[in-house]
Nanobody
Framework: VHLQESGGGLVETGGSLRLSCAPS????????MGWYRQVPGQERELVAS???????KYGDSVKGRFTISRDYFKHTVALQMNSLQPEDTAIYYC???????????WGQGTQVTVSS
């Protein structure tokens, strides 16, 4: 397993969760890392990404509520999710992109469920 997610679970509307993703050594120093999410029957959508330089991008639906961060010493990436809504319910996947040549890595996913 190249990427190991943790931190998913069940939370009430308005609550918070923090996801974390730990890479294997082969993924250390990834150029881009981030999170996608997917609801069964729908396309996977970008939640947030962060470059090696710390530039972060967010999907429109999570801006102002979610924050992505990287720990460059531990090589991990985290997603702080606040003000969670039922529409945030999905499987969240950690990903990483390593260049030279390009290799994409994906985690197995962690379920986030927000009850109304």
């Amino acid at each position: 397993v190249h990427l190991q997610e943790s931190g998913g679970g069940l939370v009430e509307t308005g609550g918070s969760l923090r996801l974390s993703c730990a890479p294997s050594k082969s993924v250390f120093g990834a150029n881009d890392m981030g999170w996608y999410r997917q609801v069964p029957g729908q396309e996977r959508e970008l939640v947030a990404s962060i470059t090696k330089d710390g530039d972060a991008k967010y999907g429109d639906s999570v801006k102002g509520r979610f924050t992505i961060s990287r720990d460059y010493f531990k090589h991990t990436v985290a997603l702080q999710m606040n003000s969670l809504q039922p529409e945030d319910t999905a499987i969240y996947y950690c990903y990483a992109v390593v260049w030279g040549p390009r290799r994409d890595y994906w985690g197995q996913g962690t379920q986030v469920t927000v009850s109304s």
